[in-house]
C-alpha cells in the first residue's frame, strides 16, 4: 500500500490578514474583524491583537479592554469568499485532490505529484521533497495574496491538520509515522479535530487527558460507552485516519440547505425561539424551492450563551420543502431539548435531500397549501424576502414597511452541515 502524503494548509488569521492586505494602513497593527449587528463578537483577531490577548468569540468590550488601541474592522464576507476561491485555485493548480475544509483551510493530497510537480524558482529534482513543495505552496500565497498560511504535512488528514497547529504563524511540520506516537503521547485530546469540550470532559471523567492516555484505554471500554465512536477515538489517538481527501467535483451539488442567526439578546422563552425558527424555516423553504429541492431531515442547531453548540435532527417519512412543515418538525425537536441556558443562536437545517422529484399533491387541503407558497414564491421573488409571510410571524417581524424590494434579513448567514 502507497503511503500518502496528504497538506493541510492553514491561512493565518485569514479574515485579518485579507483587511490589513486590501488596507495597508492596517499592517502591523492590533486588528480584529467583527460582524455588522448591533450585539457583535470577534471573529477573527490580527496576531498582534494576539499577543495583547484578543480572542476569536470575546464580546467587543471584551475585546477593548484586552488591547485598548485595537481597530475594529466590519467583515467583508464577499471578500474573504473571493479570496478563498482564488486559494483553492492555487491549490488545484498543483493537484485535482483538494478537499476545502473551511474558508480558509484544506487539505492536499500530494501523493501522485511528488516527483512530476517543478516548483517554480527550484532546482530541477527538488519538487521530489514534501518540504519543497509545501514551501512552493507558501511562496506563491505570500507572493500572490500577501497573507501567511501554516502547513501540515502527514501520511493523512487528521495528523496533516495537528501538523499545521503545531507551529504558528507561517509554520511548516512534517509529522513523519516515527515521529507520531512521541507527539501524540502527551497531547491534550482537544488537540485532536473532532474532539470538543463535551467530550473533553466526558473523557476526563474516565481519566483520560491525553492522546496517550486515550490510545492505551481498553477499546472495548470505548465501545460500549461511546458506539462506533469509540473505535473512531481510539484510532485518532494511534495517529490513524484513513479518509480520503474529497474534492468539490466529487461530492452532491447540495448535501443540506441551512439557515442562522445570532440573536439580538440571548433568550429561553419558547415562544420567541418559536419564533425565529418559523422565520428561519421560511428562508430555508425558499432556498429549496429554488433549487428544486426538497427534504425529510430536519436540524435544529443551537448554541447557549457560553457559546455551547449543538444540534439535533428528526427524520419524516414524507419529503417536504414547506415552511410551515419545516418549522412543525423543527419546533416537535425543541420540544424534546430541556435547556440549560439561554440561546444565542438558532440555526434550521434540511437534508437527506432529493431534486426534480415533485409529487403533486392528492388533497384538496395540500393543494390549495401548494397555491398559496407559490403565490407567495411570486410575490417575495419580486418584492423581497418575507415581504409576504405567515402570520406567525407578523407581530414581531422587523420588517416595518410592507413593500421594500431592497430589504434583506439581517445578522443571518448561510450554512452548510455535513451529515449532521
Not at 513523519?176 to 507527539?183: E, G, L
Not at 470538543?196 to 481519566?207: E, F, H, P, S, V
Not at 416595518?400 to 449532521?420: E, M, Q, S
Amino acid at each position: 500500500m502507497i503511503r500518502r502524503t496528504i497538506f493541510h494548509i492553514d491561512i493565518n488569521a485569514f479574515f485579518a490578514s485579507v483587511e490589513q492586505t486590501a488596507n495597508p494602513s492596517l499592517k502591523g497593527k492590533p486588528i480584529a474583524t467583527i460582524g455588522r449587528a448591533k450585539r457583535t463578537v470577534v471573529t477573527a483577531p490580527s496576531y498582534e491583537a494576539r499577543r495583547s490577548g484578543v480572542k476569536t468569540g470575546m464580546n467587543v468590550w471584551e475585546a477593548k479592554k484586552a488591547c485598548p488601541s485595537l481597530i475594529l474592522v466590519v467583515s467583508k464576507n464577499s471578500l474573504y469568499v473571493d479570496v478563498s476561491k482564488k486559494l483553492v485555485k492555487l491549490y488545484e493548480s498543483v493537484t485535482p485532490l483538494v478537499e476545502v475544509f473551511s474558508i480558509d483551510e484544506a487539505f492536499l493530497d500530494v501523493t501522485e505529484v511528488l516527483g512530476r510537480y517543478q516548483p517554480e524558482a527550484l532546482p530541477p529534482g527538488a519538487g521530489n521533497s514534501p518540504e519543497a513543495l509545501a514551501r512552493e505552496i507558501k511562496r506563491r500565497i505570500r507572493n500572490q495574496f500577501d497573507i501567511t498560511c501554516s502547513v501540515g504535512i502527514a501520511s493523512n488528514k487528521l495528523l496533516a491538520k495537528l501538523g499545521s497547529e503545531l507551529q504558528k504563524p507561517d509554520g511548516l511540520v512534517h509529522l513523519r509515522p516515527d515521529q507520531v506516537p512521541q507527539v501524540l503521547e502527551n497531547l491534550p485530546v482537544d488537540e485532536l479535530c473532532g474532539i470538543g469540550r463535551r467530550l473533553k470532559q466526558d473523557l476526563a471523567n474516565l481519566g483520560i487527558y491525553t492522546c496517550g492516555q486515550l490510545a492505551r484505554y481498553p477499546v472495548e471500554i470505548l465501545k460500549r460507552r461511546y458506539g462506533v465512536r469509540g473505535i473512531w477515538l481510539h484510532d485518532m489517538a494511534n495517529g490513524v485516519d484513513n479518509s480520503e481527501v474529497i474534492p468539490p467535483w466529487s461530492l452532491p451539488a447540495d448535501k443540506s440547505v441551512g439557515h442562522s442567526m445570532t440573536l439580538p439578546e440571548d433568550i429561553n422563552d419558547r415562544e420567541r425561539i418559536c419564533w425565529y425558527i418559523s422565520q428561519l424555516s421560511e428562508q430555508v423553504a425558499r432556498r429549496m424551492r429554488r433549487g428544486h429541492y426538497q427534504g425529510k431531515t430536519v436540524s435544529l442547531i443551537l448554541r447557549y450563551s457560553d457559546f455551547e453548540t449543538f444540534s439535533k435532527d428528526h427524520t419524516i417519512k414524507k419529503f417536504i420543502d414547506s415552511g410551515y412543515r419545516i418549522a412543525q418538525v423543527a419546533i416537535h425537536t425543541l420540544d424534546t431539548i430541556k435547556l440549560k441556558q439561554a440561546i444565542r443562536l438558532v440555526g434550521v437545517s434540511v437534508s437527506n435531500l432529493i431534486q426534480g422529484t415533485y409529487q403533486l399533491p392528492l388533497f384538496e387541503r395540500e393543494k390549495k397549501e401548494r397555491a398559496v407558497t407559490e403565490t407567495m414564491d411570486r410575490i417575495n421573488d419580486k418584492w423581497g424576502e418575507l415581504t409576504l409571510h405567515p402570520a406567525v410571524l407578523l407581530h414581531r417581524h422587523p420588517h416595518k414597511g410592507v413593500i421594500a424590494p431592497a430589504w434583506r434579513p439581517h445578522g443571518i448567514k448561510y450554512i452548510t452541515y455535513p451529515n449532521n
